[in-house]
């Protein structure tokens, strides 16, 4: 398969292209740096990609400020104040210092309640956040399961909630167990439907080939949305 890789610039933004053999146009724009990155079938011309991304401009900046904002704190530091996203919602840390069990409230659709012992680490504090995004899917994955079990008619043995660097869920096939990235708990409830459904479909077509893309056009017309969601949103 024969590939192309370029770049051009737009308005002083760097665009990297790769032209290879695929159907659709994919525009994401990338963590940290806020890399914009194209990929194109390979029979669009140049001058045709350059007018898609002047189209784009609007939405690419707007992300490009996004992760300039967010990713400013590369680093989280549980401290007063500090944003954190539940389910695609943006909340406020507040830090509640109590010598009790350490929890997490939401509260009032503006503030992630922090209660934690006095003088916690930094290591603490993330522990007693990440514990509680894993409640949350392990609340909602089971849901999820059953509804596509029903309709994709699979069912699967095992699933579980891990930190994964690079991908949002993978699917061992053979032992017909799915795993789900501990950080779309930062993300809309669709995208875990979405990766759910994906990971699930992957029992009934191993491959990313072409027929498991009409198995997704079929039970999630969106995906693409979502996709792409999930590549550019950051948190
Ligand atoms: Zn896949």
Same mark, same amino acid.
Not at 151 to 174: A, F, P, Q, R, Y
Not at 191 to 215: A, G, I, P, Q, W
């Given at each position: 398969?024969?590939?192309?890789?370029?770049?051009?610039?737009?308005?002083?933004?760097?665009?990297?292209?790769?032209?290879?053999?695929?159907?659709?146009?994919?525009?994401?724009?990338?963590?940290?740096?806020?890399? /914009? +990155?194209?990929? #194109?079938? *390979?029979?669009?011309?140049? @001058?045709?990609?350059?007018?898609?991304?002047?189209?784009? $401009?609007?939405?690419?900046?707007?992300?490009i400020?996004?992760?300039?904002?967010?990713?400013?704190?590369?680093?989280?530091e549980?401290?007063?104040?500090?944003?954190?996203?539940?389910?695609?919602?943006?909340?406020?840390?507040?830090?509640?210092?109590?010598?009790?069990?350490?929890?997490?409230?939401?509260?009032?659709?503006?503030?992630?309640?922090?209660? /934690? +012992?006095?003088? #916690?680490? *930094?290591?603490?504090?993330? @522990?007693v956040?990440?514990?509680?995004?894993?409640?949350? $899917?392990?609340?909602?994955?089971?849901?999820?399961?059953a509804?596509?079990?029903?309709?994709?008619?699979?069912?699967?043995?095992?699933?579980?909630?891990?930190?994964?660097?690079?991908?949002?869920?993978?699917?061992?096939?053979?032992?017909?167990?799915?795993?789900?990235?501990?950080?779309?708990?930062?993300?809309?409830?669709?995208?875990?439907?979405?990766? /759910?459904?994906?990971?699930?479909?992957?029992?009934?077509?191993?491959?990313?080939?072409?027929r498991?893309?009409?198995?997704?056009?079929?039970?999630?017309?969106?995906?693409?949305?979502?996709?792409?969601?999930?590549?550019?949103?950051?948190?």
């Amino acid at each position: 398969m024969s590939t192309e890789q370029f770049h051009f610039d737009v308005s002083g933004i760097r665009v990297d292209v790769i032209r290879k053999d695929i159907r659709n146009i994919h525009l994401a724009v990338y963590p940290p740096t806020g890399r /914009v +990155r194209l990929s #194109s079938p *390979l029979s669009i011309k140049t @001058e045709s990609l350059r007018l898609f991304v002047i189209s784009k $401009l609007g939405w690419i900046k707007r992300h490009i400020r996004n992760m300039n904002t967010q990713i400013r704190e590369p680093e989280l530091e549980y401290i007063q104040g500090e944003s954190h996203w539940v389910q695609g919602h943006r909340y406020l840390m507040n830090i509640v210092e109590v010598d009790a069990a350490p929890k997490v409230v939401l509260r009032n659709k503006t503030w992630m309640d922090l209660y /934690v +012992r006095p003088d #916690s680490s *930094l290591a603490k504090r993330e @522990e007693v956040v990440k514990e509680w995004y894993r409640d949350l $899917l392990k609340e909602q994955i089971p849901g999820l399961i059953a509804k596509w079990e029903e309709k994709l008619n699979v069912s699967i043995e095992d699933w579980g909630v891990k930190l994964m660097k690079t991908k949002w869920g993978s699917c061992n096939i053979e032992e017909r167990r799915i795993w789900l990235n501990l950080e779309l708990a930062k993300k809309p409830i669709h995208c875990l439907d979405y990766v /759910v459904l994906h990971e699930m479909l992957h029992l009934k077509e191993r491959h990313h080939n072409t027929r498991f893309y009409e198995l997704l056009d079929t039970f999630y017309p969106a995906w693409r949305n979502v996709r792409e969601e999930l590549n550019e949103v950051v948190y």
